[in-house]
């Protein structure tokens, strides 16, 4: 997917984002932060990764979501010192040994790395294969207006945390992680067959939840767990949870 990035500026900068976004901005220091911006009613809004560079904060957003994101942030920003500019840089993603600058993704070890220059672009990984199997989201896919963080995995793809300050969506986050048992949520399936994104899938004829990306036999699925314990169907696919 193409990819905007942004420079975020101001003496304000940090702590402007600390109070916006999922995850802890003080991890910038160690690397990549992966976060999210959410509605107040808890919902996701986009997904983004956050490097510090030269006394800069990139911002690095899927391309469709940037126009929303960036308009977001602005509305927030109020009198606060903080300047947000698009930027010349692209990112460019691999796997195996990293080059000079490059930054591990902080979602799982197996996507490998994110270096920002003036190259865009990727090493022609099968990162959709990688992404199936770790069970790990991709924006306008997996990520939709509709979609609570948790039940997208963000507390395992290391997305969010509980032990910051006040964020937007936070207290309906927080309710969802200490209060209740997640009954709903993503999770790799093995699929006979092929049916197409966003294909219902069903069980015992009753609706059991939606296919999202496939690779090979098997494939990410957002499912109803009470639903999810043996044979269903997508389409003339057959669905099954993996091992």
Known sequence: MTRTIHEITGSDATDFLQGLVTNDITRLGQGLVYAALLTPQGKYLADFFLARRDGTILLDADADLAPGLIQRLTMYKLRADVDIAPSDLQVFRGTGP???GALPDPRHPDMGWRRYGEEGGDDGTDFDAIRVAHCIPETGIELTPDTFILEAGFERLNGV?????????QEVTARMKHKTELRKGLRTVRIKGRAAVGTPITADGKPAGTLFT????????????????GKMQAEEATITLAD
């Open 98 to 100: 990293a080059p000079e």
């Open 214 to 229: 496939q690779a090979g036999d098997r494939a990410i699925a957002y499912l109803r767990f009470d639903r999810a314990a």
């Open 161 to 169: 945390e509980f032990r910051k300050g006040c964020y937007v969506g």
